[in-house]
């Protein structure tokens, strides 16, 4: 691996799209995955213990595996199953601060003109408007599996689900022999209603349309690879999803007082999570850059997952720049609008107020972007891929419905009487004037 320091204004057209525009490689899978959600759609769990067999290399019994989560919950270490009860508690805390209040309000109209046959000043009506919340009642959460198990992904989309008060949660999670213990204690403390022993583009969609075990749902959330983000491209439409994720990314925003050792280590961990991971450190002082990708070869030395972050630092979408100002350094971090955003700067408020676009924010040396990834609280499903410019990650609203509600009494109807009817003229529908005219007749 040759890494270098590059200067942000001297990159080249081809250079710079690779960082703003990065894919997350669904087009090059979507016709084999259409296949695949086609054979699950149609022939249920046939299909499903089929693909299990040919891309797992698993035989799978049952697929409902509900029953051995509470058991692999008394069975892993003392110490994980803390762990994992104190990060639900964090993460339940946070997203409780989520949860929206229904209201009501009156809202006082304004007293119309004098009536025209009378002379009389028209009374002031009155609109009683409103808002209400009411949770989906079947959801799937996706939890990763492969060359890694994600647990933490387990948490971070039941206890949303569960918090917005949705009755049905499913977990479907890549099949193994055995299953992971500590994936299915999460989903067991996360509170899953149902877990199933399935992966890739063939769980999405199970969920989406069900099979003999797999219950459908109106909606699946929760990050995958490229064939699980495919599918949910695909199914879309026909069942509601959160987004579509790439490969994890973070961006670094650091001065000359950010410790170097710190900035490389959160390069160091995403890049941990995929090859095609894109990991950025952007700062306005040289020897700072040089100093990271110091930081970055020392530390790569010897890891478990080494091959895997040095292919992720050797991606055209990575790598430790120079900018000729901190402010160069934020117009950078807004167009690569990053999935997790670190800013380890001494003026780091400032540069937050002046970032709209970021998945998750980390402030300061002492918040490894680590800590949202578990325990924090804050959930780590978040847009990739620029997706930050458009929404926002995971949470409670995430599987919510909101319903307008609105009464008005008479004189409230007889005040914008004459709004409704001009405008529904002038779209050319008399009906709906009409509407309005016929509860006026008697005035």
Same mark, same amino acid.
């Not at 569960?162 to 049905?168: D, L, R, S, T, Y």
């Not at 994720?245 to 941990?272: H, K, N």
């Given at each position: 691996?040759?890494?270098?320091v590059?200067? +942000?204004?001297?990159?080249?057209?081809?250079?710079? $799209? #690779?960082?703003? !525009?990065?894919? &997350?490689? =669904? /087009?090059?899978?979507?016709?084999?995955?259409?296949d695949?959600?086609?054979?699950?759609?149609n022939?249920?769990?046939?299909?499903?213990?089929?693909?299990?067999?040919?891309?797992?290399?698993?035989?799978?019994?049952?697929?409902?595996?509900?029953?051995?989560?509470?058991?692999?919950?008394?069975?892993?270490?003392?110490d994980?199953?803390?762990?994992?009860?104190?990060?639900?508690?964090?993460?339940?805390e946070?997203?409780?601060?989520?949860?929206?209040?229904?209201?009501?309000?009156?809202?006082?109209?304004?007293?119309?003109d004098?009536?025209?046959?009378?002379?009389?000043?028209?009374?002031?009506?009155?609109?009683?408007?409103?808002?209400?919340f009411?949770?989906?009642?079947?959801?799937?959460?996706?939890?990763?599996?492969?060359?890694?198990?994600?647990?933490?992904? +387990?948490?971070?989309?039941?206890v949303?689900?569960? $918090? #917005?008060?949705? !009755?049905?949660? &499913?977990? =479907? /999670?890549?099949?193994?022999?055995?299953?992971?213990?500590?994936?299915?204690?999460?989903?067991?403390?996360?509170?899953?209603?149902?877990?199933?022993?399935?992966?890739?583009?063939?769980?999405?969609?199970?969920?989406?349309?069900?099979?003999?075990?797999?219950?459908?749902?109106?909606?699946?959330?929760?990050?995958?690879n490229k064939?699980v983000?495919?599918?949910?491209?695909?199914?879309?439409?026909?069942?509601?999803?959160?987004?579509?994720?790439?490969?994890?990314?973070?961006?670094?925003?650091?001065?000359?007082?950010?410790?170097?050792a710190?900035?490389?280590?959160?390069?160091?961990?995403?890049?941990?999570?995929?090859?095609?991971?894109?990991?950025?450190?952007?700062?306005?002082?040289?020897?700072?850059?040089?100093?990271?990708?110091?930081?970055?070869?020392?530390?790569?030395?010897?890891?478990?997952?080494?091959?895997?972050?040095?292919?992720?630092?050797?991606?055209?979408?990575?790598?430790?720049?120079?900018?000729?100002?901190?402010?160069e350094?934020?117009?950078?971090?807004?167009?690569?609008?990053?999935?997790?955003?670190?800013?380890?700067?001494?003026?780091?408020?400032?540069?937050?107020?002046?970032?709209?676009?970021?998945?998750?924010?980390?402030?300061?040396?002492?918040?490894?972007?680590?800590?949202?990834?578990?325990?924090?609280?804050?959930?780590?499903?978040?847009?990739?891929?620029?997706?930050a410019?458009?929404?926002?990650?995971?949470?409670?609203?995430?599987?919510?419905?909101?319903?307008?509600?609105?009464?008005?009494?008479?004189?409230?109807?007889?005040?914008?009487?004459?709004?409704?009817?001009?405008?529904?003229?002038?779209?050319?529908?008399?009906?709906?004037?009409?509407?309005?005219?016929?509860?006026?007749?008697?005035?």
């Amino acid at each position: 691996m040759q890494l270098e320091v590059r200067e +942000v204004a001297e990159l080249s057209p081809d250079e710079r $799209v #690779a960082f703003f !525009e990065r894919d &997350a490689g =669904v /087009t090059d899978v979507q016709s084999d995955v259409r296949d695949i959600v086609s054979r699950v759609r149609n022939e249920g769990d046939v299909a499903i213990r089929n693909f299990c067999r040919e891309f797992d290399d698993v035989e799978v019994g049952n697929l409902d595996v509900t029953d051995d989560a509470e058991r692999a919950y008394e069975e892993i270490d003392d110490d994980v199953r803390e762990s994992i009860e104190a990060a639900a508690a964090n993460i339940r805390e946070f997203h409780e601060r989520q949860l929206p209040d229904d209201w009501r309000e009156t809202f006082d109209g304004l007293a119309g003109d004098a009536d025209a046959a009378s002379g009389e000043q028209r009374a002031a009506g009155t609109r009683e408007l409103g808002r209400r919340f009411r949770p989906l009642e079947r959801v799937g959460v996706y939890a990763p599996g492969g060359t890694a198990a994600y647990p933490s992904s +387990v948490l971070m989309g039941v206890v949303p689900a569960k $918090v #917005a008060g949705v !009755e049905h949660v &499913a977990v =479907v /999670t890549p099949p193994g022999d055995p299953m992971n213990p500590i994936t299915l204690a999460a989903a067991h403390v996360a509170g899953a209603d149902r877990i199933y022993s399935v992966g890739g583009a063939q769980a999405v969609s199970a969920l989406a349309y069900g099979t003999e075990t797999v219950k459908a749902v109106q909606k699946v959330v929760g990050p995958g690879n490229k064939w699980v983000t495919a599918a949910k491209a695909e199914v879309r439409g026909d069942v509601d999803i959160d987004f579509l994720a790439g490969p994890s990314e973070i961006l670094v925003v650091a001065d000359e007082t950010a410790d170097p050792a710190f900035v490389a280590a959160d390069l160091v961990a995403q890049a941990e999570h995929d090859p095609n991971a894109s990991v950025v450190a952007v700062t306005d002082d040289a020897d700072t850059a040089e100093a990271i990708l110091a930081a970055v070869e020392r530390q790569i030395a010897g890891c478990e997952r080494e091959e895997t972050i040095r292919e992720a630092f050797e991606n055209d979408a990575s790598g430790v720049l120079v900018t000729r100002s901190m402010s160069e350094a934020v117009l950078f971090a807004e167009e690569y609008a990053a999935e997790h955003l670190s800013i380890q700067a001494e003026d780091d408020e400032a540069l937050l107020d002046r970032i709209s676009n970021a998945g998750s924010v980390f402030l300061g040396p002492h918040t490894p972007v680590a800590a949202g990834d578990y325990a924090s609280g804050t959930n780590h499903v978040l847009p990739t891929s620029g997706g930050a410019k458009r929404y926002g990650g995971l949470s409670v609203e995430t599987f919510l419905r909101s319903t307008t509600v609105q009464r008005l009494d008479e004189g409230a109807l007889s005040d914008l009487s004459e709004t409704i009817t001009t405008l529904a003229e002038a779209e050319g529908l008399e009906a709906h004037a009409e509407s309005v005219r016929t509860r006026l007749e008697d005035e």
